[in-house]
């Protein structure tokens, strides 16, 4: 009890796929709910260094992963954006709609408007979960913080965009003459980020593991069309037409 609005860590690509996947069957309590739909859980497996999953959603899922255009998208790309040349629509540095950093440390506590996580009484609210433990701020404890707690929201009006879990896409990493890929892509910064700066700009991810890792500070969000209010494991993303801002070395 006293849990149910803290992100949900400790989870692995192929735990978010199987959750898609019983999403897509209406949540039923049957083995074959879980099994296939949005993805095959027959292909999951590894073999020399790499994965086999299936790299994309199904045709038809109506729950998935998304791709990292698809959560760039969600995250960083606001229609509304008036651009200096008269044109409306644009992308943003950061997750919070605008090119100013967020500001990193607990909810409701002073800090350095910098970024860095340090408190400061001169500065500025803390605006994202990450970065920070009880080092920065004695007796807080950046796991614990509730989902919601910052009144910082993205274009789309997305809490948590950046800090408390970095969230998994579809993306990939595979070596140029290797037959399979090794990792799977994770965007966004997490309470345990040592440099939330960096992930949670536009231009960098924010890491990669195997699809089988599991840690703490790792969990996902869901694209869904239609798109669903929030959905409680780690907040929904929508899924929309997708401008292209690819990263090197990566597939989507």
């Given at each position: 009890?006293?849990?149910?609005?803290?992100?949900?860590?400790?989870?692995?690509?192929?735990?978010?796929?199987?959750?898609?996947?019983?999403?897509h069957n209406g949540k039923g309590t049957d083995r074959a709910a879980f099994l296939?739909?949005?993805?095959?859980?027959?292909?999951?497996?590894?073999?020399?260094?790499?994965?086999?999953?299936?790299?994309?959603?199904?045709?038809?899922?109506?729950?998935?992963?998304?791709?990292?255009?698809?959560?760039?998208?969600?995250?960083?790309?606001?229609?509304?954006?008036?651009?200096?040349?008269?044109?409306?629509?644009?992308?943003?540095?950061?997750?919070?709609?605008?090119?100013?950093?967020?500001?990193?440390?607990?909810?409701?506590?002073?800090?350095?408007?910098?970024?860095?996580?340090?408190?400061?009484?001169?500065?500025?609210?803390?605006?994202?979960?990450?970065?920070?433990?009880?080092?920065?701020?004695?007796?807080?404890?950046?796991?614990?913080?509730?989902?919601?707690?910052?009144?910082?929201?993205?274009?789309?009006?997305?809490?948590?965009?950046?800090?408390?879990?970095?969230?998994?896409?579809?993306?990939?990493?595979?070596?140029?003459?290797?037959?399979?890929?090794?990792?799977?892509?994770?965007?966004?910064?997490?309470?345990?980020?040592?440099?939330?700066?960096?992930?949670?700009?536009?231009?960098?991810?924010?890491?990669?593991?195997?699809?089988?890792?599991?840690?703490?500070?790792?969990?996902?969000?869901?694209?869904?069309?239609?798109?669903?209010?929030?959905?409680?494991?780690?907040?929904?993303?929508?899924?929309?037409?997708?401008?292209?801002?690819?990263?090197?070395?990566?597939?989507?």
């Amino acid at each position: 009890m006293g849990n149910e609005l803290r992100a949900v860590g400790g989870i692995t690509w192929r735990t978010a796929a199987v959750f898609c996947n019983w999403l897509h069957n209406g949540k039923g309590t049957d083995r074959a709910a879980f099994l296939g739909g949005a993805y095959d859980v027959s292909t999951f497996g590894s073999q020399g260094g790499g994965f086999l999953d299936q790299l994309t959603r199904s045709p038809g899922a109506q729950y998935w992963i998304p791709s990292t255009d698809e959560w760039l998208k969600a995250a960083h790309y606001d229609p509304a954006k008036q651009n200096s040349d008269g044109t409306v629509g644009g992308w943003w540095q950061y997750s919070n709609g605008s090119d100013t950093n967020f500001a990193y440390g607990p909810p409701g506590v002073l800090v350095r408007a910098d970024g860095f996580p340090s408190p400061d009484p001169n500065e500025v609210l803390a605006t994202a979960n990450a970065g920070w433990d009880s080092s920065f701020f004695p007796g807080q404890n950046a796991p614990r913080v509730p989902l919601g707690s910052y009144a910082t929201t993205n274009p789309w009006g997305l809490f948590d965009v950046a800090g408390a879990t970095a969230e998994w896409t579809e993306g990939y990493f595979q070596i140029e003459g290797e037959p399979i890929p090794r990792q799977r892509a994770l965007d966004r910064s997490s309470w345990a980020s040592l440099s939330p700066l960096v992930t949670d700009q536009v231009r960098y991810l924010g890491g990669s593991y195997g699809p089988f890792v599991q840690l703490s500070d790792l969990g996902f969000r869901i694209a869904s069309i239609p798109s669903p209010s929030w959905l409680c494991l780690a907040c929904s993303s929508t899924s929309y037409a997708i401008t292209r801002r690819r990263r090197p070395l990566w597939s989507s």
